[in-house]
């Protein structure tokens, strides 16, 4: 498998001068397949603009294109570059774009393609030239054909999110963005008087249960891609229940999994690439990292596995 | 299905204000019947898989985040209140409320004397709260069918729901266990619903979990906390129950201040935001 990231960043595009050597584009990565033509795209955050433009110019001559991508969640960092996607609009190409929706939202396709309508952009839905199918996503593992399975899994995160376990000869390449460590959220004080001792414990249990799940999912990733939002120190001062990991965590987390290769991903848009380097000082030497090669996702990156 | 009115505008105060605790959330959706099952069903049904089911509402906060669990309460109890007072007609509501929180707590109690571990006993106060869930839509859809079973009942002096099973060829328990299968409930949760007067017939893993609440409607009765129209339970089966839980009638009976405790202090925290 080959991966390439083309947006690393969480939450807004932030282009500018403190970012140009880890990119401002968010979510959006390419993974590609060996003695395949299988393209497989997770994410359509605004990084996936220059990856259409990528496959204009290079895949559309080798005949019409084929691809499928899943969607995370449908956070808007997440969808937003679908309308820019050139691939969109040229005759014979076919999109099979998957994602998890929550049961009260609008399904899929409005969701989606419903950031194709007048009041937010001069294309309409209709008006697209390729032809689209969407499919709703659950937890599960799959069969994807040509020898590529895949498994789902739920990520906590403030709505339905899934992370993605592809496998394919013998490589797992895995995602776990965006989420936040699962937590018990009920009163664990005694001397609150709204404290229920079963409450507390089954939310401890359940909390529990759950992170080792995620960490199975992950377990033996050859490369896993994590949410490394925040510093644990900005995570724990104001940001817990926003759906994002600390770099500390996700770090603990790969390495408990048994994970070879690390990179952290949905970058603050206020980190600077000075920062990122910094972090990457602090982190990511060997010395500190043990047996799982550790970095900070960059745009442009690509990675063999 | 609708949920009961009893606890809607808490269920609507609590989920409508940003600073909800999860303990008060927990708390209002558990104390109504319906919304518990409906919960339940939408997460077991429209978000995970049958392998990973989630039994509890404990767990289904932490998994699914408070936000989520506040969305899917407020739009399954708000939609369905619309039309539920008139829509009860034989069976009191609040009678039936509290009927199905006494047999909750009951058999959460039960199972805390048999020494069932701290976090399994929500299923049990789930399972009794949800026991008689069958009845709602025989109330809600034949109305007068309904109070004539009833009227069938006391005066044959038998249990409801053989005078359900001769008016509409089938009983709550029937009903309640279809629902529950259709709401992808577990099969403890849907075995308490289709056996409680039945509680001999349940596969063998199970009878132990459906006599602890079968018990707890028997008591329920007995004390006469609440009423869901089963005045006349059958004497035999009290005396099964209470070998096959292995617990006396007088432990029993100690339980009564507990019981009705825990039913004063749900009373007392429903009420509070009528006022509010």
New interface residues.
Partial sequence: MKVKFWGVRGSIPCPGPYTIKYGGNTACIELRFEDSDRLIIIDAGSGIRELGNYMMANDLPNGPIKTEIFLTHTHWDHIMGFPFFKPGYVQGTKLKIYGPV???DDSLENVVGGQLTYRYFPVRQAELASEIEYINL???RFDLGEGITLTTK?L?????CLGYRFEYRDKVFCTAYDTEP??????TDHDDP??????A???D???RT?NQRVEEFIAGADLLIYDAQYTQKEYESTRIGWGHSSCEYAIAAAKRAGAKRLAMFHHDPVRTDDQIDELTEKYCSRDHTGDTDIFFAREGMEIEL | MPSLSTTVSKVMEICNSPTT????L??VISLDPVLTGRVLQ?INS????MV?RTT?L??A???L????VK??AL?TSVLESLSVKKSFQALSMDNFWMHSICVGVTARSIAAIKRIP??D??EYFVAGLLHDLGKIPLNNLFPKEYVHAMEWAELQQVPLYRAENSIFEVDHCTVGGMIAEKWVLNETITDSLFYHHKPVEVREKNRQFVAIVALANTYTNFLEVGSSGDRFPEDAQATHLLEQVGISWSALLDLRETVLDEIEKARIFLQLTQKG
């Fill in positions: 929550s049961y009260e659950k937890e599960n739920y906590n995160h403030p709505v339905l699962f937590q018990n959220v009920f009163c709204s404290y229920n001792e079963a409450m414990h089954e939310g249990q359940a909390a759950e | 605790s999860p303990n008060d927990n708390r939408l429209a978000y995970y898989s990973n509890t404990t767990r906060i932490v998994m985040g408070i936000n989520t969305n899917l739009s701290v976090t006993r929500e």
